[in-house]
């Protein structure tokens, strides 16, 4: 469990962020206010049948409680020995503390030379009684290109125009599954990727390099720390809050789907391009929603038994009636100060509110249980602070778990006709109707794959 992570300019030119370990709220916190629903309506003639569903449960679910009382909480920059009453230290009081973020206020030293700044070591304090106990810490500023830009072309770094979509993913050994998935994606209109690499050794390192040479600019963070996705994904925020208006959190098993807009094209060209990018810009000027939330289906093996050859969204069709959770995109300017998330959910600043999109107009195919090859590498490892392992006998009622597991990676019999209640080809249809090349049948990501 890491102490801090490291700061580039970016990140500290008002603040910083350090991670320490989960806490209780105090009985000082108060839970943060639940996100107010809004909507907009489904696409004029859309006869779909919906299923009933209870949007204020499921917001409930995912709505991050643990905040806690920061005034017992300050941090210290030095260049010193922890352990030894030697070096300077400048001291600042810690602003706000939830799960794994503390953020405190920069000395003003730093703020007005942040490029000074570099090799200067930084940890929490936490106050017992009259005294106040260092934490253990390995962290340290770092100076980016960024910070060492003279003020006039700093000052232009900040008023660049920005990325409208970014995409932010945490992973472990998901090489194979990041080419189909940027791709596609890159089509909707996602503009910016954050790869944050979680301890892979599958070669995901000349995976991300040969992608950006494409020019889909991807860039690989390294974050070692297990099980502390909620503060990867802070940094994440405030990493990407100089380039990105709006930032989606989803994994790559997750793929977002257009079934009105992919099903009723007009005119010439492929249907749905830049849906994504559309979807998002249509609210960047909007003066309450900060957050847009779309439904997911869950996706079974669909009668396989080894990995589909041609990608996720051509290989299963088959998935569960009731959708499960949502996933949802944010603008950063508008996150709580505390950056609280958890599942993929951030909070949001007073005032602002999410918005629900119709599963006509937007969904997410979420290929959740794949062929056991793929699906059994969940139960050594879950990147999120708040899941249990699946090889700990604890909360086997957990959504995160398949139904029925157990604590073991064993294949249970007919694994590969479960989860299986709707044959749904509509994403298939359309990857191979528009996607695939007209000459070959290629789909891109499999022109890529033998680059």
Excluded at 116 to 129: D, E, L, P, Q, Y
Excluded at 145 to 151: A, D, F, G, Q
Aim: glycine letters at 6%; proline letters at 7%; a positive charge.
């Amino acid at each position: 469990m890491p102490s801090l992570y490291n700061i580039g300019f970016p990140s500290i030119r008002r603040r910083f962020v350090l991670s320490s370990a989960p806490r209780r709220p105090s009985s000082s916190s108060t839970p943060p206010p639940r996100a107010t629903p809004s909507s907009i309506p489904s696409p004029a003639g859309d006869k779909r049948r919906r299923i009933p569903r209870r949007p204020d449960s499921r917001a409930e679910s995912c709505s991050p409680t643990r905040k806690s009382d920061p005034s017992h909480l300050s941090c210290h920059f030095g260049l010193r020995n922890w352990d030894k009453d030697e070096g300077f230290v400048l001291t600042s009081p810690a602003m706000t503390a939830a799960q794994e973020v503390v953020r405190c206020v920069l000395p003003r030293s730093i703020r007005i030379v942040p490029e000074k700044a570099h090799g200067i070591r930084v940890t929490v304090g936490h106050s017992v009684g009259h005294s106040r106990v260092l934490l253990p810490s390995v962290a340290s500023i770092y100076s980016s290109k960024s910070s060492e830009l003279s003020n006039s072309r700093r000052k232009n770094y900040w008023n660049k125009k920005k990325h409208e979509l970014c995409v932010c993913t945490m992973v472990w050994n998901q090489a194979s599954a990041l080419g189909e998935w940027i791709l596609y994606h890159s089509w909707l209109g996602v503009e910016k990727w954050f790869i944050y690499d979680n301890n892979s050794d599958d070669g995901i390192e000349q995976v991300v390099q040969d992608l950006d040479v494409q020019g889909y600019n991807v860039s690989r963070i390294v974050w070692p720390w297990i099980k502390t996705q909620e503060a990867g994904f802070s940094h994440c925020a405030l990493r990407a809050r100089g380039e990105c208006n709006w930032v989606g959190f989803f994994d790559v098993d997750e793929f977002f789907y257009f079934p009105y807009t992919f099903r009723h094209h007009r005119g010439l060209g492929s249907p749905g391009r830049n849906a994504l990018l559309e979807l998002v810009a249509n609210f960047s000027s909007s003066s309450t929603i900060g957050e847009i939330r779309t439904g997911c289906h869950s996706f079974g093996p669909s009668g396989l038994s080894s990995p589909p050859q041609r990608g996720v969204t051509v290989g299963y069709t088959c998935r569960l009636q009731s959708p499960e959770r949502h996933k949802s995109i944010v603008r950063l300017d508008l996150l709580d100060a505390t950056l609280l998330n958890v599942v993929h959910h951030f909070q949001l600043r007073e005032g602002f509110r999410y918005l629900n999109v119709p599963e006509s107009t937007a969904l997410v195919n979420h290929y959740k249980y794949q062929v056991w090859e793929t699906f059994s590498a969940k139960f050594y490892r879950r990147v999120s602070t708040y899941v249990v392992d699946w090889q700990k006998d604890q909360n086997k009622g957990s959504k995160d778990r398949a139904p029925g597991l157990g604590t073991e990676a064993i294949e249970p019999p007919n694994w590969r006709l479960r989860f299986c209640e709707v044959w749904d080809t509509g994403l298939r249809d359309f990857v191979l109707a528009y996607l695939a090349d007209p000459a070959t049948g290629s789909l891109p990501w499999e022109e890529t794959s033998h680059m």
